[in-house]
């Protein structure tokens, strides 16, 4: 309706009519003999004026507008916008135009108040996490300065109490570190194929001494085949079995069991590592792979975590093009499931 031709053809037989209806109140229409193509040609000459007139003034500016707002239009098609994008209409088009120009604008807002949220709260973790060892060790060494160097065994114990507290500052940084080299893609995933239980077999012998401090045994599934390739990248997976791994004896109970289990189906391995500990609520499950997400912030620092061993293996996995999944329930224990290419089996005694 809002078409500038529509809008001429209405402007003209308005004009048209007017000027009829004042020709016919002045007599005058009655006196000219040809009257109907006066009025054809008053018709087509307003219509065609006002044509002309409306497309080189409202509808150029409404136009200009519309490739002003040209950058920014969304890339992805989109079939509503097509539907709009296709009109000749100039009015109905910029109307859509500006709507989902202002939707998106809307949208980026609140992506970036969200995103300064994320800086600031991160910023805060990580400020609060590298202050407590850093604080400690600091501690330590201004103790020892006043005087505690002098007794031996207290120097030492004090110095091992620093010791400890760097260690774990560096692992903290080192955490860090790893997680913004994997957000911008700075680590390459080196692929190979190896045997996904060679090297879990080699983990459990690591972490032997952890585990049975608690009583807890490390366990294959009894129905896992005695070898199986995987296509990945050998150390990235070694780093994410290890810390599900030392997740679930940390956080699992005194003599559980831990199991690590791997299933061929078809061209992948779905990877699970599952426990028998107190399990983790529903509201918590979907934020543990946040970084520095702790379920319990002081039972969870007394076990020494920082919160960030779930965020690097999730990174680790996505730039395996995979996902973890994790289920749990309250007293019964916690599963956590991957899933990686199947890799070619390799002979390595060859
Ligand atoms: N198997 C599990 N059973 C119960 N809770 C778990 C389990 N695994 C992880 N969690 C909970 O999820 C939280 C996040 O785990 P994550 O590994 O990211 O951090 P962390 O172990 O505290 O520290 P880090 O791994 O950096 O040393 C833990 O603090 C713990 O509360
Ligand atoms: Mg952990």
Known sequence: MTHPRNVALFIGAFVTLVTSLLLYFFSVIP????WQILLLVLFIASTGSCYILLSMTLYKQLDDISNLLRPYKKKEPNPEHNEYINTTDPIVRI??????????????????????????????????????????????????????MDDIKVRDRFLQKAAYSLDG???????????????????????????????????????????????????????????????????RIGQVVTNLIVNAVKYGKDNGTVIFSYVIEGDSVLISVKDDGPGIEETHLNRIFERFYRVEKSRSKDQGGSGLGLSIVKHILEAHDSKITV??????????QFRLKKGKVINEKG
Do not use: W
């Open 31 to 34: 006196a000219v003999k040809h």
């Open 95 to 148: 109307r859509k135009e500006l709507s989902d120009f202002a939707v998106q604008k809307q949208r980026e807002i609140e992506e970036l108040k969200k995103l300064e949220t994320f800086r600031r709260e991160f910023l805060a973790d990580v400020s609060h996490e590298l202050k407590t060892p850093l604080f400690a060790a600091q501690g330590f060494v201004h103790t020892l300065m006043e005087g505690a």
């Open 169 to 235: 500052l560096n692992i903290l940084v080192e955490d860090l570190i790893t997680i913004s080299q994997l957000e911008i893609g700075e680590i390459k995933m080196h692929f190979q194929s190896f045997d996904i239980r060679k090297l879990t077999e080699d983990i459990f012998e690591q972490l032997e001494d952890a585990a049975e401090k608690r009583g807890t045994r490390l366990k294959f599934n009894k129905y896992a085949p005695k070898s199986c390739y995987i296509y990945a990248d050998k150390l």
């Open 327 to 336: 289920s749990s329930k309250i007293n019964e224990g916690t599963e956590f």
